[in-house]
């Protein structure tokens, strides 16, 4: 089935701390996965992809982990700031029915930076 | 440039009522797909469209539609109205039916109550 779930609903950090976000993905002919930011009000904003053809990709302050043989993704964030509070969502895409692509979200983890 | 606009941002309906809501991709994209979250949820793949034409379609009942305008901009109908619909509806706009680095681009979404 397609479905990709998240280990933990919620997470609280202390700012400055690094953050890992966890994420499940059952549909092993994804090939491609993505990480979005939620905040209230807005609607879901890419942080950071990963091909299925990789294990690791770094970006600013966001490095993504792909894990093809127990099927798991994650997100770390290093150095938290405030403005990282917001719900993750994870994506994978299932491959291609009569050319369309879809998006298959997680349920998300609400991330909360502490003072 | 303009990112994705959703309209309205927010409309409350009684059960039973239709309702029209209203996206404009990113200028130059062509393609344009609808996604409903349920509160404490991940969004929900419901349509795709490209070049004006249906490419995809979720797990969603007939009093869904769609359509796609020649300047590609985008309305998703639901009809009869039930409680359980009462969600926030994302428009996500890309260059094409595909993914890729920063491919899709959400909207802030309609936030629909019906009551």
């Known amino acids: 089935g397609e479905s990709v779930g998240l280990h933990l609903p919620t997470l609280s950090v202390q700012e400055g701390d690094n953050s890992i976000i966890n994420c499940a993905y059952s549909?092993?002919?994804?090939?491609?996965f993505i990480w979005y930011k939620q905040e209230s009000g807005k609607g879901p904003q890419f942080i950071i992809d990963i091909r299925s053809n990789m294990d690791k990709r770094q970006g600013q302050r966001v490095t993504v982990l792909l894990n093809k043989t127990v099927k798991h993704l994650s997100l770390q964030i290093a150095a938290t700031q405030p403005g990282d509070s917001a719900v993750y969502f994870c994506a994978e895409t299932p491959a291609r029915i009569q050319g369309a692509q879809k998006l298959v979200f997680g349920q998300g983890t609400r991330l909360t930076i502490n003072p | 440039d303009a990112g994705v606009t959703q309209s309205p941002t927010h409309l409350i309906k009684t059960r039973g009522q239709h309702v029209t809501l209203r996206c404009s991709p990113i200028s130059g994209h062509k393609s344009v797909s609808w996604y409903q979250q349920v509160l404490g949820q991940g969004p929900q793949f419901i349509f795709q469209?490209?070049?004006?034409?249906?490419?995809g379609r979720g797990n969603f009942p007939d009093r869904f539609s769609a359509r796609q305008f020649p300047n590609y901009s985008s309305e998703l109908n639901v009809n009869a109205l039930l409680l359980g619909d009462s969600a926030l509806y994302l428009c996500?706009?890309?260059?094409?039916?595909?993914?890729?680095?920063?491919?899709?681009?959400f909207g802030s979404g309609t936030r629909l109550t019906v009551v």
């Open positions: 549909n092993s002919a994804s090939d491609y």
């Open positions: 996500a706009s890309s260059l094409a039916p595909g993914t890729g680095k920063n491919g899709y681009t």
């Open positions: 469209y490209y070049e004006k034409e249906e490419r």
